[in-house]
T-cell receptor
């Protein structure tokens, strides 16, 4: 079955620390990949997406993600986090030609000021 | 992108009753989706609602429990019927809208449902 794994359920960092959140998927074909963020009290927002081309994707607020096809991974990174990055982050996979999004379980990030 | 609103934002309901959740989008869209996010779990797709046709349900979800309406291209409703405490979840509406390079799903703020 298609699945998406986010191994880090809770992450606590100090401001200015570097961030990397893991995302692995099990789908064997070509996929579209997404990271969504949910800030406290707000709804899910698109952070960035990959559909083709350069495997290093840059999103909003200084986030980036790298698609590594051989590892079935799409890890999210930010070189220096801020207190305002405190949120829950969701990885999602969408196989082309389908409407279905398969979500990971999410990673709660807490950034200490 | 698309701006999506949901009503109610939260509700507390008694076992055995039903609740209808509304989803309104600011532009016409073909595909609307309903998701459930149970406590501590991931988002799970309940069904896809296309205007003019019956909703398509995912495995484990049935129309009798989660009837859906899609009367036009900007509106949909999801009813949670004969509720039990296990239905306590956040219910999210999403739409597929054009975005740079590929269509993307955008999400509403969710409806937090507690069933006593």
């Amino acid at each position: 079955a298609q699945s998406v794994s986010q191994h880090n359920h809770h992450v606590i960092l100090s401001e200015a620390a570097s961030l990397e959140l893991g995302c692995n998927y099990s789908y064997g074909g070509t996929v579209n990949l997404f990271w969504y963020v949910q800030y406290p009290g707000q709804h899910l927002q698109l952070l960035l997406k990959y559909f083709s081309g350069d495997p290093l994707v840059k999103g909003i607020k200084g986030f980036e993600a790298e698609f590594i096809k051989s590892k079935f991974s799409f890890n999210l990174r930010k070189p220096s986090v801020q207190w305002s990055d405190t949120a829950e982050y969701f990885c999602a996979v969408n196989p082309p030609g389908t409407y279905k999004y398969i979500f990971g379980t999410g990673t709660r990030l807490k950034v200490l000021a | 992108s698309a701006v999506i609103s949901q009503k109610p934002s939260r509700d507390i309901c008694q076992r055995g009753t039903s609740l209808t959740i509304q989803c309104q989008v600011d532009s016409q869209v073909t595909m609307m989706f309903w998701y459930r996010q149970q406590p501590g779990q991931s988002l799970t797709l309940i069904a896809t609602a296309n205007q003019g046709s019956e909703a398509t349900y995912e495995s484990g979800f049935v129309i009798d429990k989660f009837p859906i309406s899609r009367p036009n291209l900007t509106f949909s409703t999801l009813t949670v019927s004969n509720m039990s405490p296990e239905d306590s979840s956040i219910y999210l509406c999403s739409v597929e809208a054009p975005s740079t390079s590929t269509d993307t799903q955008y999400f509403g703020p969710g409806t937090r449902l507690t069933v006593l």
